[in-house]
């Protein structure tokens, strides 16, 4: 038999395609699940049972998420990297490691073939591809879900008619979970007016009370909550995580261009990736100068979109890690937040490298480091070529 490595997560697609590669193609398939942060241990035990109900080879677990920080979401985060100025990458950060992992394991066991869930409509066919072709250019790539043109009605049908068990009714959406946030894709996110109902959401609202907590940066990185230092900043992620997600923060729908260039909607929640892009900008915004700011957004811009298009691979985007990770230096201190039911708010930072020290003046009011006529003569320099422009081109009377 050959042998196929599955990228499986659990979830309906993945689980359909475990199922018809070994029965209907005959494929010996080794079932790999590539951990980013968002699986829970008892989640885990269960998706391994079903791995082996349905007849595979081997299952294997592999956890990568302080990898998946080391080389993906810090730079995300020095970025203040959001989507259309609204997503945190929660899916396509994560499937690039995912994609990177999966092809070095392909290589490890010396399968012929690799396998996805992913559909023919979406941006994750061409990210796995992508990677696929780069790292394993030889490998027959197979996916099923894509080349059958399934509906999620189909795959229930003969995931039903086979005996498998599982939640279908919440098999009708499509979720990923990972430490930067989980999407949730439905019957709703297909149409351009409906919301997702509040059942969909993977974490239901249980605080009211609002509560502040300190979040403490060292170089761009979280790594402190309310004092308490953590020794990797995956763990402080998935502390404000447990905190927050419980508010109901961090919940949108995102409306995108796909990379195959369609439109696209789906819904994600992401309380600690929005809480700390958002912090991590408001202590940049004081601690770097004005140029800084303006060519890390440029740069920024450029790098979360190839990212999210399956680029990573590209040699530029290490370029664009080094001026990012450079540009984090100064990047340190406190940020005060207040979480409240399906919202938050930035209250202030702290740092000894804030550049708002009142010692050179306060905006508004005095300043100490120049005179009025200082003032006078800048302005009238700054303002003199446009000056110039209009005195030349007057309108003729």
């Not at 990047?331 to 039911?341: A, D, R």
Request: net charge negative; proline share 3%.
């Amino acid at each position: 038999m050959k042998k196929v490595v599955l990228a499986y997560s659990g979830g309906l697609d993945t689980t359909y395609c475990a199922l018809y590669l070994s029965k209907e193609l005959g494929y010996e398939v080794h079932a790999v699940l590539i951990n980013t942060g968002g699986f829970e241990k008892e989640e885990l035990e269960t998706i391994e049972n079903r791995a082996h109900s349905l007849g595979i080879a081997s299952f294997q677990i592999l956890d990568v998420t302080k990898t998946y920080y080391q080389e993906v979401l810090k730079f995300l985060v020095f970025g203040n990297v959001l989507k259309n100025q609204t997503y945190p990458l929660s899916v396509s950060a994560e499937r690039i490691l995912q994609a990177k992992t999966l092809a070095e394991y392909v290589k490890n066991i010396g399968a012929k073939s690799v396998a996805h869930g992913s559909t023919g409509a979406g941006n994750d066919q061409v990210r796995f591809d992508m990677i696929f072709q780069t790292i394993i250019p030889d490998i027959e790539i197979i996916t099923p879900i894509r080349d059958l043109k399934l509906s999620r009605e189909q795959e229930i049908d003969y995931l039903k008619a086979h005996g498998v068990s599982m939640n279908f009714e919440r098999a009708a959406y499509s979720i990923n979970k990972g430490i930067w946030g989980t999407s949730v894709g439905g019957k709703e996110t297909l149409t351009s007016s409906q919301t997702l109902p509040e059942s969909a959401w993977p974490t239901q609202v249980t605080k009211q009370d609002s509560e502040a907590i300190n979040l403490g940066f060292e170089k761009g990185e979280l790594v402190s909550i309310n004092d308490e230092k953590f020794e990797h900043p995956v763990q402080a992620i998935q502390k404000l995580q447990e905190i927050a997600a419980p508010y109901g923060i961090g919940r949108d729908i995102h409306v995108g261009d796909t990379i195959i260039g369609i439109k696209g909607r789906v819904g994600f929640e992401a309380a600690a990736a929005i809480i700390i892009i958002k912090a991590h900008q408001l202590l940049e915004k004081h601690t770097l100068t004005k140029w800084q700011s303006y060519w890390k957004n440029q740069i920024a811009e450029f790098y979360g979109n190839h990212l999210h298009e399956g680029h990573y691979l590209d040699p530029v985007m290490r370029n664009l890690e080094a001026f990012l990770t450079d540009t984090q230096t100064q990047v340190s201190g406190n940020v005060t937040v207040s979480l409240h039911p399906y919202r938050f708010q930035l209250v202030g930072i702290e740092s000894k490298h804030d550049l708002m020290a009142s010692k050179f003046g306060s905006y508004g009011e005095m300043n100490k480091g120049y005179t009025a006529e200082d003032v006078k003569g800048f302005t009238r320099i700054l303002g003199n070529q446009t000056a110039i422009f209009h005195q030349v081109n007057q309108p003729e009377s």
